[in-house]
């Protein structure tokens, strides 16, 4: 079975290949068949397909819940 990574908005996504900035951490903004990630170093927004961002993805940093 794949093991398909849970990915919510807020979330900080560590990827495997860092920014033309040098940051390899990302905020997620969107969440569909497109993922739109923000770049934490230089603020840019980027859009990826969800299956490359999912293997590109090195650590997920999950958003705290405040509803809890
Ligand atoms: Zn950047």
Redesign the pocket.
């Known amino acids: 079975m794949p093991n398909i990574p849970v990915i919510n908005i807020g979330d900080i996504l560590e990827l495997k290949k860092p920014?033309?900035?040098?940051?390899k951490t990302f905020t997620v903004s969107r969440v569909g068949s497109d993922i739109k990630l923000t770049?934490t170093?230089?603020?840019?927004a980027l859009m990826l397909d969800r299956i490359k961002v999912e293997k590109m993805i090195k650590k997920i940093i999950h958003a705290e819940k405040n509803d809890e």
């Open positions: 920014h033309p900035c040098g940051s770049c170093g230089c603020g840019r």
